[in-house]
């Protein structure tokens, strides 16, 4: 009897966790080229911080639009090849990000039009974002056999973490030992260029990669789909998974409120406080941060790698204890951890010290939210949903998370010109609320099927 080929799983999943990892990296890049895009375009044009906030933010509009996109796309195209497109779309963004004056503009010479340019570019690498955050997870919990699907799954979090963790040695590589001048005129382009490595990797890859047994059933490419089955699970279970793939897939789809409009509201303040806390100006901005406390260039980079592994270690924390420990526990000891971290550093800096307190108090802050509110926020919104509204209502969570994203990183430089210790401890507020919030509304669903998470809302 042909038993399942954990080899195979291993090998198909980790390609498509290549989505995850180039999600962290495209996101990540630009924590180490803020300053020189700063010196390069939003100084030399005499443009304000706002001009600054919106550029450095502008993949998030890109975001918004894939992750809208990502259901339709995934439907119509199917699994792999949106993963493709987005592959491609990243390739692109690379490239272009790297040399935004490619074909029409002088290279070297800043103006309007090289400023627009990069931000087109970098929007198109916010569409891959999109998709992938979306359509990866997707994939692996459609090819992954039941029984490993909740730990296989999570490994699309530690990608993304991986990734920004990579992209931080990279650039740290980029700029150690430069001079400033050639940092902020050749270096930055680097930063960017090196995503098409893993981009065409992953683009690669995916020919050698399977679509998805659920998408050919839909499609009613019933052999192609056992064949796969097969050569996931054995010959034994493949039968009658495919059943049950059947039996699924001809069930009707439902509106978006036919369980009522308070799951969509959890679904989307779980989305929305997972950005108003802050973590994303952390992982964008870090060097920014440590430089403003007084790290040199190199070592503001170094710190940001610190920061970076701090994160790979507690994502491993959350994955090992997500289902032992429940969700809720998690998620609000995450908040209080942020809390307490954001409010430290907020007093640190308006009292003005700086010093090795504020690095520990960022790493409290960043650990607390990597072992609960970042990779818990994503199995929570693949479980809360009933089975006939789930695309629609995973789509929308997807595309209020990354217009909150866009909203904090794109104001956080005109927050911190009008007050640095505020500006944390706005984030501050923002953990305290999200604790209540998950207190008092979101349901546990530890050891609950998704027919009983459907049974829940349907009281």
Same mark, same amino acid.
């Given at each position: ?10 090998t198909i999943?980790l390609?498509?966790?290549l989505g995850?990892l180039?999600f *962290? ?5 630009i924590?180490g080229?803020?300053k020189?895009?700063?010196?390069f375009l ?6 304000s911080s706002?001009?600054?906030g919106a550029?450095?933010s502008?993949?998030?509009? *890109?975001?918004i639009?894939g992750g809208?996109?990502s259901?339709l796309?995934?439907?119509k195209l199917?699994r792999?090849?949106t993963l ?6 990243f390739? =692109?963004?690379?490239?272009?990000s790297g040399?935004?004056e490619?074909l029409f503009?002088e290279k ?6 090289l /400023?627009?340019m ?5 929007i198109?690498?916010g569409i891959g =974002?999109?998709?992938?955050s979306?359509?990866s997870?997707m994939y692996?919990?459609?090819?992954a ?6 730990r296989?799954?999570?490994l699309?979090q530690?990608?993304?973490i991986?990734?920004?963790?990579v992209?931080y040695? =990279?650039?740290w590589?980029?700029a150690?030992?430069q001079?400033?001048?050639?940092i902020?005129?050749v *270096?930055?382009? %680097?930063?960017f260029?090196?995503e098409a490595?893993?981009a065409? !990797?992953f683009g690669?890859?995916?020919f ?5 047994p659920r ?7 019933d052999e192609?789909?056992l064949?796969i089955l097969?050569k996931i699970?054995g010959?034994? %279970?493949?039968a009658e998974?495919m ?7 001809v069930k009707?789809s439902a509106?978006l409120?036919?369980?009522g409009?308070?799951v ?5 303040l /779980?989305?929305?406080?997972q950005?108003?806390?802050g973590?994303?100006v952390?992982l964008?901005y870090a060097?920014?941060?440590?430089e403003?406390?007084g ?6 980079m ?12 507690f994502?491993?924390v ?8 429940g969700?809720?526990p998690l998620?609000?000891? *995450?908040?209080v951890?942020m809390a ?6 907020g ?5 003005? =010290? ?6 520990v108090?960022?790493?409290?802050y960043t650990a607390s ?7 818990i926020c994503w199995v929570l919104?693949?479980?809360?949903f009933p089975n006939?509204?789930r695309?629609?209502?995973v789509?929308?969570?997807?595309a209020?998370?990354w ?8 104001t956080?430089p ?10 944390y401890?706005f984030?501050?507020?923002?953990s305290?609320l ?7 509304m979101?349901p546990?669903?530890k ?7 459907e !049974?829940?809302w349907?009281?």
């Open positions: 009897m042909k038993e399942r080929n954990t080899f195979y799983i291993a999943t390609v498509a966790t995850g180039l *962290g990296y495209d996101t990540a890049v924590s080229a803020d020189s895009i700063q010196a939003i100084t030399s044009l005499g443009l706002l001009a600054h550029t450095i502008s993949a998030l509009i *890109g975001c639009l809208s996109i259901g796309l995934a439907s199917g792999k090849n493709f497109l987005a592959a491609v779309l390739f =692109v963004s690379a490239l272009g040399n935004p490619f503009f070297g010479v800043p103006t309007m039009g /400023l627009y990069f931000n087109f570019y970098r198109i690498g =974002v999109g998709l992938a979306a359509v997870p692996i919990g459609e090819i056999p039941a029984d490993i699907r909740g296989l799954v999570s699309n530690f990608a993304i991986f990734g920004m963790l992209v040695f =990279v650039n590589g980029i150690n030992g001079t400033l001048d050639w902020n005129t *270096g930055w382009r %680097r930063m260029t090196s490595i893993p065409g !990797l690669i890859l995916l050698f990669v399977p679509e998805t998408y050919l059933a839909i499609k009613n490419q192609k789909a064949q097969t699970n010959a034994a %279970r493949a998974i059943k049950e793939i059947k039996g699924s897939v009707s509106k409120f036919s369980y409009k308070v969509i509201i959890i679904g989307i /779980l989305s929305v406080f950005q108003f806390v973590i994303n952390a964008y060097p920014r941060i440590f403003s406390m790290a040199e260039k190199d070592a503001s170094m710190q940001t790698i610190i920061m970076g592994l701090v994160n790979v270690i994502t491993v959350a994955i090992l204890t997500v289902d032992k420990w969700r809720k998620l609000m000891v *995450g908040s951890g307490i971290g954001m409010f430290a550093i007093s640190l800096a308006f009292m003005k =010290v700086i010093g090795i307190g504020t690095l108090f960022i790493i409290v939210f990597m072992m609960s509110w970042g990779p919104i693949s479980e809360l006939k509204i695309g629609k209502a789509a929308v969570a997807v209020a998370q217009a909150a994203n866009y909203f904090i990183s794109s956080y005109a927050m911190m010109e009008f007050s640095s210790g505020g500006t401890f984030y501050g507020i923002m305290i999200s604790f209540i919030f998950v207190w008092k979101v546990e669903t050891n609950k099927t998704l027919e009983e998470m !049974l829940l349907k009281k």
